[in-house]
């Protein structure tokens, strides 16, 4: 919203406070100012001039010699070399002395042989913006009407001495969409006197209802349409104080007619509508739905098909308006109109936000449509609208308004108490002060002690409940007045929760060990949504779950695994030549067991990450390593000897995964996750590279971390080392075969490492040889080699037993 100062203070006093002091005083009372312009600067050497003669330059086409009276004993010759300029013109003369913007000096010249004593201006030359100029004089001279008087100072003429202020206002405050509103606003603000418009017609002896009948089928979306009658009206120009001020708020002078009603629009905030009386063909306005693909051309010459959701006037057959959006081209006010139908309505605000969404027509109209008007302020616009145009356009109203009626123009009562005010707002405020609050406001109210019962009037259509009312009390109060205080229970300082903290310390863990945090997509395409799901996860027969209005076809499903995505990223990336890639992502996934949800997804948390091409990558030294299943592995070994938790690894057999390079990761016997390397033909599908992922139920190990930190000693008495190697069946894990020797061995075995495997050539055929480290250790005391060959031997004899394996010589 546009706020012309010069403008607003025909409503409520503000010449004693400067445009800052009064932007502030209504930001701080909860309409934001948004910005602060001066149309002009204040020149009293520039002045109206009279153009008594204008002839050619004598050595220049393109130049005029004038003769300017600008109120002076003298006229001031002028070489002008603007194209409009012409005898008998009023015109801005800027005299020797001034200073233009730019700090252009005004001197006396002479141009090609012709002395000059100075400059008709343009508004440019002025320095006004051109959005505050009009298209007719947007590239010559301005030329003012004729009821002005030669060598009065230009800036009341042109409202250079005007400022506007930029509102933005929040979708509540309708009520500031107008000049009134904020009038009101700022009376209250400033306690100061409210001089409203005094509306009086000088009706003429014939009847509006002998010349119209109004009828309202779409009775719900139409409460109120009331038909004015103007006739012998002349269209001209505005007056020019009428066009300035509509320019300030940003709206483009067309003629008085049109001008008149958005200059009551703009004051109001009630949109109008003048139709051609003699093109209506009819004496009959219904409105009424429009059928399906009926049609009309709207005032922008766009033939537009509508639907029964549009709200059209009509002339009883055919629409000559969109109601409350546009009108009917065939209905326009013209040159030649002599006779209008003034519109004065209320139309449903739903049904107006429908037409302007559909059509795109958005208008000062619409606007103030879609967000509700003052029913109360209807009628009143209309008739003040007739007593401009009888005044600036010289016509003549037809006795009374033709309308239908059925709108609802009841205040809404609110209940505040003073004692609950000061408890929610922590003031101190007497009755007396909120009653004074209201007065300012221009409510009505009853009081009974500290019980106010409020009318709230219907320009306030904010306002309906307690909480709205507080909120009024408060701003008018001021919000810097109210006190504030630091709270009485004792502070306590911010801290992670358990699981925060958890959490960073595996992003920590996996981001030292060489990966980098991703972030995908939730929202996941079809194809993706059955993928690389954990058996964990699968052993609940999930439903994928596909949002209604997905913003595209790659964005439809809630993911069940992080890892097509993060697939999709390396994709993405190996594509743009980047191949060594490491990426990690902790987020949630979203399950549900019904295949028409009734109920939110279970949504629970997974770690997951891809890796592909080199994972030692140093060329001075010749070292090479490709990522491979056991760097995979390592890294979330690393990642659980961090958070003391003990796992297992399991060859398994899972979609989209090498049915030989794949595990499945248990914690106390039940399944947490997979690791492993993609499947050849996805990697061919996905155009990637020999890749391998994994994925982790964080919720479960989120749950069984219970560790703190502690620490162990450094061990004071020497380790014994022990090396051997199994002859094992192949389809034996070497996993099993280490958690028994550690299972055998505690609490002197604190280590065992697989350091070697190996099948082939000297083995018998379907035998492989895998070796173990063991470390032996006693915190107390140094061990004997016969406490050490006691449990070596045991373990082996076990070992064998176990697994019908032996000792490789």
Request: charged letters at 25%; proline letters at 5%; aromatic letters at 8%.
């Given at each position: 919203?546009?706020?012309?100062?010069?403008?607003?203070?025909?409503?409520?006093?503000?010449?004693?406070?400067?445009?800052?002091?009064?932007?502030?005083?209504?930001?701080?009372?909860?309409?934001?100012?948004?910005?602060?312009?001066?149309?002009?600067?204040?020149?009293?050497?520039?002045?109206?001039?009279?153009?008594?003669?204008?002839?050619?330059?004598?050595?220049?086409?393109?130049?005029?010699?004038?003769?300017?009276?600008?109120?002076?004993?003298?006229?001031?010759?002028?070489?002008?070399?603007?194209?409009?300029?012409?005898?008998?013109?009023?015109?801005?003369?800027?005299?020797?002395?001034?200073?233009?913007?730019?700090?252009?000096?005004?001197?006396?010249?002479?141009?090609?042989?012709?002395?000059?004593?100075?400059?008709?201006?343009?508004?440019?030359?002025?320095?006004?913006?051109?959005?505050?100029?009009?298209?007719?004089?947007?590239?010559?001279?301005?030329?003012?009407?004729?009821?002005?008087?030669?060598?009065?100072?230009?800036?009341?003429?042109?409202?250079?001495?005007?400022?506007?202020?930029?509102?933005?206002?929040?979708?509540?405050?309708?009520?500031?969409?107008?000049?009134?509103?904020?009038?009101?606003?700022?009376?209250?603000?400033?306690?100061?006197?409210?001089?409203?418009?005094?509306?009086?017609?000088?009706?003429?002896?014939?009847?509006?209802?002998?010349?119209?009948?109004?009828?309202?089928?779409?009775?719900?979306?139409?409460?109120?349409?009331?038909?004015?009658?103007?006739?012998?009206?002349?269209?001209?120009?505005?007056?020019?104080?009428?066009?300035?001020?509509?320019?300030?708020?940003?709206?483009?002078?067309?003629?008085?007619?049109?001008?008149?009603?958005?200059?009551?629009?703009?004051?109001?905030?009630?949109?109008?509508?003048?139709?051609?009386?003699?093109?209506?063909?009819?004496?009959?306005?219904?409105?009424?739905?429009?059928?399906?693909?009926?049609?009309?051309?709207?005032?922008?010459?766009?033939?537009?098909?509508?639907?029964?959701?549009?709200?059209?006037?009509?002339?009883?057959?055919?629409?000559?308006?969109?109601?409350?959006?546009?009108?009917?081209?065939?209905?326009?006010?013209?040159?030649?109109?002599?006779?209008?139908?003034?519109?004065?309505?209320?139309?449903?605000?739903?049904?107006?936000?429908?037409?302007?969404?559909?059509?795109?027509?958005?208008?000062?109209?619409?606007?103030?449509?879609?967000?509700?008007?003052?029913?109360?302020?209807?009628?009143?616009?209309?008739?003040?609208?007739?007593?401009?145009?009888?005044?600036?356009?010289?016509?003549?109203?037809?006795?009374?308004?033709?309308?239908?009626?059925?709108?609802?123009?009841?205040?809404?009562?609110?209940?505040?108490?003073?004692?609950?005010?000061?408890?929610?707002?922590?003031?101190?405020?007497?009755?007396?002060?909120?009653?004074?609050?209201?007065?300012?406001?221009?409510?009505?109210?009853?009081?009974?002690?500290?019980?106010?019962?409020?009318?709230?009037?219907?320009?306030?259509?904010?306002?309906?409940?307690?909480?709205?009312?507080?909120?009024?009390?408060?701003?008018?109060?001021?919000?810097?007045?109210?006190?504030?205080?630091?709270?009485?229970?004792?502070?306590?300082?911010?801290?992670?929760?358990?699981?925060?903290?958890?959490?960073?310390?595996?992003?920590?863990?996996?981001?030292?060990?060489?990966?980098?945090?991703?972030?995908?997509?939730?929202?996941?395409?079809?194809?993706?949504?059955?993928?690389?799901?954990?058996?964990?996860?699968?052993?609940?027969?999930?439903?994928?779950?596909?949002?209604?209005?997905?913003?595209?076809?790659?964005?439809?499903?809630?993911?069940?695994?992080?890892?097509?995505?993060?697939?999709?990223?390396?994709?993405?990336?190996?594509?743009?030549?980047?191949?060594?890639?490491?990426?990690?992502?902790?987020?949630?996934?979203?399950?549900?067991?019904?295949?028409?949800?009734?109920?939110?997804?279970?949504?629970?948390?997974?770690?997951?990450g891809a890796l592909t091409g080199e994972w030692v990558d140093h060329k001075w030294q010749g070292a090479n390593q490709?990522?491979?299943?056991?760097?995979?592995?390592?890294?979330?070994?690393?990642?659980?000897?961090?958070?003391?938790?003990?796992?297992?690894?399991?060859?398994?057999?899972?979609?989209?995964?090498?049915?030989?390079?794949?595990?499945?990761?248990?914690?106390?016997?039940?399944?947490?996750?997979?690791?492993?390397?993609?499947?050849?033909?996805?990697?061919?599908?996905?155009?990637?590279?020999?890749?391998?992922?994994?994925?982790?139920?964080?919720?479960?190990?989120?749950?069984?971390?219970?560790?703190?930190?502690?620490?162990?000693?450094?061990?004071?008495?020497?380790?014994?080392?022990?090396?051997?190697?199994?002859?094992?069946?192949?389809?034996?894990?070497?996993?099993?075969?280490?958690?028994?020797?550690?299972?055998?061995?505690?609490?002197?075995?604190?280590?065992?490492?697989?350091?070697?495997?190996?099948?082939?050539?000297?083995?018998?055929?379907?035998?492989k040889s895998v070796a173990y480290h063991l470390v032996y250790q006693d915190p107390n005391k140094t061990l004997k080699?016969?406490?050490?060959?006691?449990?070596?031997?045991?373990?082996?004899?076990?070992?064998?037993?176990?697994?019908?394996?032996?000792?490789?010589?």
């Open positions: 919203m546009l706020v012309s100062l010069n403008w607003l203070n025909k409503y409520v006093d503000i010449s004693n406070m400067s445009p800052e002091e009064l932007a502030e005083r209504i930001t701080k009372s909860g309409i934001e100012v948004d910005r602060i312009e001066y149309i002009g600067e204040a020149n009293p050497d520039v002045v109206v001039g009279y153009v008594e003669t204008c002839e050619k330059h004598p050595d220049a086409d393109k130049l005029n010699v004038c003769q300017v009276d600008v109120g002076q004993d003298e006229a001031l010759q002028i070489v002008c070399g603007a194209p409009n300029v012409a005898k008998g013109q009023k015109v801005i003369v800027a005299k020797p002395g001034a200073t233009l913007p730019g700090d252009m000096k005004i001197k006396k010249v002479k141009l090609r042989g012709v002395e000059s004593n100075g400059m008709i201006c343009s508004l440019q030359e002025l320095g006004i913006d051109e959005k505050y100029i009009p298209s007719e004089y947007a590239d010559g001279i301005y030329v003012f009407p004729d009821d002005v008087t030669v060598g009065e100072r230009i800036e009341p003429l042109l409202n250079m001495d005007d400022v506007v202020l930029e509102f933005d206002l929040t979708p509540n405050r309708a009520d500031s969409l107008s000049m009134l509103g904020v009038a009101y606003e700022v009376a209250a603000i400033l306690d100061q006197p409210l001089h409203l418009p005094e509306v009086s017609i000088n009706e003429i002896d014939e009847e509006a209802d002998q010349q119209v009948k109004v009828n309202v089928e779409a009775t719900d979306l139409c409460p109120y349409y009331g038909a004015f009658i103007v006739k012998n009206v002349e269209i001209k120009p505005s007056p020019l104080w009428m066009q300035h001020y509509l320019i300030a708020a940003g709206i483009r002078p067309i003629n008085n007619v049109v001008d008149i009603t958005n200059y009551v629009l703009l004051e109001y905030g009630q949109p109008l509508h003048a139709f051609d009386y003699d093109r209506l063909n009819s004496k009959e306005i219904l409105v009424r739905r429009a059928n399906d693909a009926e049609k009309i051309v709207t005032l922008d010459d766009v033939e537009r098909q509508l639907t029964n959701d549009d709200l059209v006037i009509t002339n009883g057959e055919k629409p000559i308006a969109l109601a409350g959006v546009m009108g009917g081209a065939n209905t326009e006010v013209h040159d030649g109109t002599t006779n209008i139908l003034l519109e004065a309505a209320f139309f449903d605000p739903g049904s107006v936000r429908k037409t302007v969404k559909k059509t795109g027509l958005r208008s000062e109209a619409s606007t103030r449509f879609e967000k509700g008007v003052d029913p109360n302020r209807v009628r009143e616009a209309g008739q003040r609208a007739c007593q401009l145009l009888e005044k600036y356009a010289n016509g003549k109203v037809f006795r009374g308004v033709v309308e239908y009626d059925r709108l609802d123009r009841s205040e809404k009562t609110v209940m505040i108490h003073t004692d609950e005010i000061n408890k929610r707002l922590g003031s101190e405020m007497t009755s007396e002060e909120i009653a004074d609050i209201l007065r300012k406001l221009r409510f009505e109210y009853k009081q009974e002690e500290k019980q106010f019962t409020v009318q709230v009037p219907t320009r306030r259509g904010d306002i309906s409940i307690f909480e709205d009312m507080l909120e009024e009390v408060a701003r008018i109060y001021g919000y810097d007045n109210l006190p504030f205080t630091l709270p009485k229970h004792f502070s306590q300082v911010g801290t992670l929760t358990k699981r925060q903290q958890l959490m960073r310390k595996m992003k920590t863990y996996l981001q030292s060990a060489g990966l980098m945090e991703a972030r995908t997509y939730s929202l996941t395409k079809e194809v993706y949504a059955s993928r690389f799901i954990s058996p964990e996860i699968q052993a609940r027969n999930p439903y994928p779950i596909s949002v209604q209005k997905p913003m595209t076809e790659d964005h439809q499903y809630l993911r069940l695994s992080l890892v097509p995505e993060l697939l999709k990223s390396m994709a993405y990336n190996k594509a743009r030549n980047e191949y060594n890639l490491a990426f990690y992502e902790m987020g949630n996934i979203f399950i549900s067991d019904e295949e028409k949800i009734t109920k939110q997804p279970n949504e629970e948390m997974r770690i997951s490709s990522v491979d299943f056991f760097v995979v592995k390592g890294i979330l070994e690393g990642l659980f000897h961090y958070l003391q938790l003990p796992v297992e690894y399991k060859a398994s057999e899972l979609p989209q995964m090498h049915p030989g390079r794949c595990a499945t990761i248990y914690m106390n016997n039940e399944p947490i996750g997979f690791l492993g390397q993609v499947h050849p033909l996805v990697q061919i599908e996905m155009d990637l590279k020999e890749t391998y992922v994994f994925d982790l139920n964080g919720e479960a190990i989120l749950d069984a971390h219970t560790h703190h930190a502690t620490y162990d000693p450094i061990p004071k008495y020497p380790s014994i080392e022990r090396d051997i190697a199994f002859i094992l069946d192949q389809d034996v894990l070497a996993g099993d075969v280490k958690s028994l020797i550690e299972k055998l061995g505690s609490p002197l075995v604190k280590e065992v490492q697989i350091f070697d495997v190996y099948s082939g050539e000297h083995l018998p055929e379907g035998k080699d016969d406490e050490v060959e006691e449990s070596f031997k045991q373990i082996i004899d076990q070992v064998n037993k176990t697994f019908n394996a032996y000792v490789r010589s």
